[in-house]
T-cell receptor, first 115, second 111 residues
């Protein structure tokens, strides 16, 4: 019954490594998002895909690359991890009516710690 | 750029007291406003969504109001319970699908 799922839940890795976080939703939504929540608990949008097309691309380092193989999946790949990448990464999904009026449903988060 | 502010940052009340959480935003050109709940180490749960044309939404003990022109929303939680202890986040959505979040209000309800 999981609506939005993310794997892994926890990720501890060394600086310089490359890692991926996966997200899947079974709600039939056409839009998916990646958010970053830093140590001060601020949530900020990173990327959004609508029907596999990138529609939001905030100012994030190009070491971060989202990939959407289909509408139900949005993965986040991070190259050359840095200490400052340590945060909680949330995936979310929604229907997009063109007016942003739909509730976003969030996954449980992936806690990334870069050592 | 939309900025969302939540006051207070933390709130501690005895069980049974009503909670009042405030949210303000700088750009009134929003499509909707959402209130979320976040438990420690967990994801976000949507509580209420208010469309820009609405003034309030209610769900059980929760009531959220929206005054778009003044850039304010208030979340009321009646007869608080220890299970209401969590961080409450306010987020506004504009025409670009983006949700802009406040930093949250951390609520502790004492039994």
């Amino acid at each position: 019954d999981t609506a939005v799922s993310q794997t892994p839940k926890y990720l501890v890795t060394q600086m310089g490594n490359d890692k991926s976080i996966k997200c899947e939703q079974n709600l039939g939504h056409d839009t998916m998002y990646w958010y970053k929540q830093d140590s001060k608990k601020f949530l900020k949008i990173m990327f959004s895909y609508n029907n596999k097309e990138l529609i939001i691309n905030e100012t994030v380092p190009n070491r971060f690359s989202p990939k959407s193989p289909d509408k139900a999946h949005l993965n986040l790949h991070i190259n050359s991890l840095e200490l400052g990448d340590s945060a909680v990464y949330f995936c979310a999904s929604s229907h997009a009516t063109g007016k942003g009026q739909e509730t976003q449903y969030f996954g449980p988060g992936t806690r990334l710690l870069v050592l | 750029k939309q900025e969302v502010t939540q006051i207070p940052a933390a709130l501690s009340v005895p069980e049974g007291e009503n909670l009042v959480l405030n949210c303000s935003f700088t750009d009134s050109a929003i499509y909707n406003l959402q209130w979320f709940r976040q438990d420690p180490g967990k994801g976000l749960t949507s509580l209420l969504l208010i469309q820009s044309s609405q003034r309030e939404q209610t769900s059980g003990r929760l009531n959220a109001s929206l005054d778009k022109s003044s850039g304010r929303s208030t979340l009321y939680i009646a007869a608080s319970q220890p299970g209401d202890s969590a961080t409450y986040l306010c987020a506004v959505s504009g025409p670009d699908y983006k949700l802009s979040f406040g930093a949250g209000t951390t609520v502790t309800v004492r039994a």
